[in-house]
């Protein structure tokens, strides 16, 4: 989910249009516009958009076999 | 069973056991057994369709709709999903001791903004207060009586291989609106209860001819209903995951709320079954309609897998859509 | 979603499949050990999709299914305390102690609610002075560090009728005891993802070392658990010397999450722990230590419950370590179902039974 607004130790987070307020309390250096894992109310970790992009690319180049 | 939980409310198994252990076994008319949504019956030269609901949604209002809205429409449409023209409605209204008055007139005000929208009138009712903390602020129970349109004979038995399935539109949209109302998650004003009244575009839909049979799909989702339609029978039903319209923010909410859209109740959407011929004109025909728009063709009556719902997943792999099991969602309707 | 959407395109599976397809090799048995895995298996029909040479087995990866009848009878008795309110992670409300559930008591009157956060129990205990509010700790390393945050809160703002009944587990040590039963025979596993966020690669390096079999932390997308699957199957045709793979390369970090590993470590102490279908496994559990022993409820005010009876027809314990499947336990479908469930597994919605269950008994087969 992605962050939208931080107040303090505590952000909200919207996907899709809904927004939720999470706790920020596991994870750091979180900014407006990064994207986190949320579980029973917190982020748990900040996903890497450079690593997500370079795994996709990688699935979009398998099926020759090899 | 010795007590009563939640889930014999869900709309589930349960529900369902309870209605066959205790209700059919007294309740033992021919009429009832069908368990139709509203009861057709002959009365003279008649034909008339009769229905009744209550209505225990947490909170009374939420994004898009409340209980009087629901109340009106959702009996409105039962009837109409039977053939029938909904004409007038009956209303019994449970007030807990404290609720503030100004509550109770906008309630009031939002059934009779409904039935006007709906075309029907409110001809009786009757109002009980209970002691503070006996009841839930506000629970309403409507019943309507309509006329069965001629030669209309909607009905499972109708349903043949190679009918297509049709809904009116996205699901879920009702069921995540008034979750969120209830649990403080704030969707920005994009997730609205779909609540309406569907009698104008059913008339529209019968018209066409073609149709086999339609149920609205609300406490249990489409789940419930495909589920319904198919159970002992000697056909079963195939759904696209690609085909059924989920909204954005009902999509991220079931993510966050580990619920899947499938069994979320909707209040304004229809499924119809109808014969493969006729499937794509009566599309045009709902979605030349307001309430028909995104109306889309999810799956098809097929000769395998019968008495089941199985889903064609978003990456090609099946799985089978069960009846729900417990209790997803507490005073959704 | 941005970030989830991408992990679910049907035209990238079919890619992946292609791949997977030409480096099986004869049977390979794969052991999930994570709930939302084997949901999610279930939930894109992927076992269906795969050769029928892999083999896919769910490990004791299901918080819910591993606690014990115990810990749900101890929630259960603190309920009926009147100045008590328990809050609890909804999938706990249905599972079976050994005369009652939270659902059943709640249905007689017991104060019980759910939440989606422990913040939430903090919150009710705010909303509540005169009452014990009792949070249900359920959960493995994903939660654990949540409830950790949350204790520090209510000890920062003096909420002192917050209490937790701590009931939570850590995976390394149970793998371990898994494998340790000769019984068990697994080619590779998949491990779990959002686990492996906070506690990294490293504490899953004794499977390839000490057991010589292969693992891949993988994501829950149906993309990220093909792209798992066919690595594994990759590193045995290619002949590789086993280890642990990171497929979820966007989220999970060698040494894990180490705010969230701190957290835990101040809030809790290892202490040895039952775990249902496997018995006892030393330092496996959590408790709340020293620092924070106020706001353990068992320190405040203990529970004596005796040692239920397990029905001998359940199969629980073998379909946890992957060495039956639900089909072949006598009760599964009929006097144990997810409205009458007699083991743990049949109860929370990530149980494998469960999942067999709703999804129609392992899949499809037509």
């Known amino acids: 989910m992605k962050i939208a607004e931080i107040i303090g130790n505590e952000a909200v987070v919207e996907s899709g249009g809904l927004k939720k307020k999470i706790g920020l309390h596991l994870v750091r250096n979180i900014r407006i516009g990064d994207y986190v894992i949320v579980h029973a109310g917190f982020a748990i970790e900040k996903l890497d958009k450079k690593r997500a992009q370079g795994t996709l690319k990688i699935l979009k180049e398998m099926g020759s076999g090899r | ?87 007038f409605i009956s209303c019994g209204i449970i007030i807990e001791e404290g609720l503030e008055v100004d509550v109770l007139k906008n309630v009031i005000h939002s059934m009779k903004e409904a039935s006007f929208v709906a075309g029907v009138t409110i001809v009786t009712g009757d109002i009980k207060v209970v002691e503070r903390g006996k009841c839930d602020k506000l629970y309403i129970n409507t019943s309507g009586i309509g006329v069965m349109g001629q030669n209309i004979k909607l009905s499972i038995d109708n349903i043949g291989i190679g009918d297509k399935i049709i809904t009116s539109g996205s699901i879920g949209d009702h069921g995540i609106s008034v979750l969120s109302a209830r649990e403080g998650i704030n969707f920005g004003g994009s997730i609205k209860s779909d609540a309406a009244p569907l009698n104008k575009l059913i008339s529209k839909i019968l018209r066409a001819g073609g149709v086999r049979f339609m149920r609205d799909p609300t406490r249990g989702g489409i789940a419930s ?96 859509v069960d009846m729900p099991q417990g209790e997803l969602l507490p005073r959704i309707c | 979603m941005k970030y989830v959407d991408e992990f679910r395109d049907i035209g990238i599976a079919k890619k992946i499949l292609k791949d997977i397809s030409c480096h099986v090799d004869g049977e390979y048995k794969i052991m999930e050990v994570c709930g939302t895995h084997t949901q999610n298996i279930f939930r894109y029909g992927l076992r269906q999709l795969l050769p029928k040479e892999i083999k896919l087995f769910s490990g004791p990866g299901c918080p819910v299914c591993v606690s014990p009848t115990s810990f749900i009878d101890k ?16 999938d706990m409300l249905k599972v079976p102690g050994s005369s009652s559930s939270l659902e059943k008591e709640k249905s007689k009157g017991g104060d019980i609610r759910i939440v989606y956060s422990s913040l939430d129990a903090i919150g009710i205990a705010a909303r509540n002075p005169g009452k014990k509010i009792v949070f249900l700790g359920i959960g493995f390393e994903t939660t654990i560090p949540t409830v950790a945050a949350s204790v520090i809160e209510a000890k920062k703002n003096r909420i002192n009728n917050f209490y937790v009944l701590s009931g939570h587990k850590i995976m390394p040590p149970a793998l371990e005891a898994l494998l340790e039963d000769k019984k068990i025979s697994i ?175 392992g899949g499809l087969t037509g």
């Not at chain 2, 923010?249 to 011929?277: F, H, M, Q, R, T």
């Not at chain 3, 010397?241 to 701190?262: D, E, F, S």
Request: hydrophobic content about 40%.
């Open chain 2, 1 to 87: 069973m010795n007590i009563i939980t939640l889930a014999h409310g869900s709309g589930g198994v349960l529900t369902h056991k309870l209605i066959k252990e205790i209700i059919l076994k007294e309740f033992n008319s021919p009429i009832l057994r069908e368990l139709t949504d509203a009861a057709v019956l002959k009365v003279g030269k008649n034909t008339i369709a009769l229905t009744t609901d209550s209505y225990v949604v947490k909170p009374l209002f939420f994004p898009g709709s409340d209980i009087g809205k629901m109340a009106i429409y959702g009996t409105v449409n039962d009837l109409s999903v039977c053939g029938a023209k909904p004409l």
């Open chain 2, 225 to 320: 209903t495909l589920n319904e339609i198919a159970e002992d029978r000697n056909f079963g039903i195939i759904i696209e995951e690609s085909s059924i319209l989920v909204k954005q923010g009902v999509y991220a909410a079931s993510e966050l709320l580990g619920l899947d859209p499938l069994y979320i109740a909707n209040e304004g959407k229809i499924i119809v079954v109808v014969s493969k011929d006729s499937a794509s004109r009566i599309l045009r025909i709902m979605r030349n309609d307001k309430l028909g728009r995104d109306a889309r063709i999810i799956g098809e009556v097929v000769k395998k897998y019968s008495g089941k719902v199985i889903l064609k997943t978003k990456v090609g792999g099946s799985r089978i």
């Open chain 3, 75 to 90: 929630a259960i008795a603190y309920s009926r305390i009147s100045s008590f309110i328990i809050a609890t992670f909804g």
């Open chain 3, 187 to 361: 080619d590779g596993f998949i491990l779990p993802a959002h686990v492996s966020a906070i506690i990294g690669s490293v504490p899953y390096e004794f499977i390839p070392n000490k057991f010589n079999i292969d693992c891949v932390i993988a994501g829950f997308e149906p993309l990220d658990i093909l792209h798992g699957i066919y690595m594994l199957l990759k590193s045995r045709f290619d002949g590789l010397k086993p280890r642990v793979r990171l497929q979820y390369t966007r989220v999970v970090k060698r040494k894990g999450n180490r705010k969230a590993i701190g957290l835990i470590k101040e809030v809790f102490r290892q202490t040895d722990s039952e775990w249902r279908g496997l018995g006892n496994i030393p330092g496996s559990g959590l408790v709340l230590s020293n620092a924070y022993k106020q706001f353990d409820i068992e320190m405040n005010r203990k529970i004596i419950v005796s040692r239920p009876k397990e029905n001998p027809l359940c199969l629980c314990g073998e379909v946890l370590k992957g060495l039956k499947v639900p089909l072949e336990c006598k009760l599964f479908g009929k006097r144990c179902t997810p409205q009458a469930p007699v083991g743990a597994c049949m109860v929370s919605g990530e149980g494998t039974c469960a999942t067999y269950y709703k999804y129609g008994e």
